[in-house]
């Protein structure tokens, strides 16, 4: 069974920093694609950055330079570090996955249903 359990948020100041972290379990392929998304309210769900298997990464246009998206493999857990913060940034943030088969990759952004899904972690930024 898969899970993913994100933690890290917070309020900040603009300008400030967050990390946030998924810490992913029961992933069974070696290859996957891990996206964080957020979502602020009466707006649309976005994907922010995305990371693969293989450690390729790609960052939404609002979100480069700033955000950087990294994974620690012997720990199995995704991090999203936040710099630089803005008011425009809060949002609940999710980190979200799919296994890939051999014949599978990854897109960007993400065309894919993704079925793994954490329960979200709230950013805040106050101006």
């Known amino acids: 069974q898969v899970q993913l359990v994100e933690s890290g948020g917070g309020s900040v100041q603009s300008g400030g920093s967050l990390r946030l972290s998924c810490a992913a379990s029961g992933f069974t392929y070696s290859r996957y694609c891990m996206d964080w998304f957020r979502q602020a309210p009466e707006k649309e769900r976005e994907a922010v950055a995305h990371i693969d298997s293989d450690g390729s990464t790609y960052y939404a246009d609002p979100v480069k330079g700033r955000f950087t998206i990294s994974q620690d493999y012997a720990k199995k857990t995704l991090y999203l570090q936040m710099d630089s913060l803005k008011p425009e940034d809060t949002a609940m943030y999710y980190c979200?996955?799919?296994?890939?088969?051999?014949?599978?990759?990854?897109?960007?952004?993400?065309?894919?249903?993704?079925?793994?899904w954490g329960q979200g972690t709230q950013v805040t930024v106050s101006s």
């Open positions: 979200a996955g799919r296994m890939l088969s051999r014949s599978e990759s990854c897109s960007w952004p993400p065309r894919d249903k993704l079925p793994y």
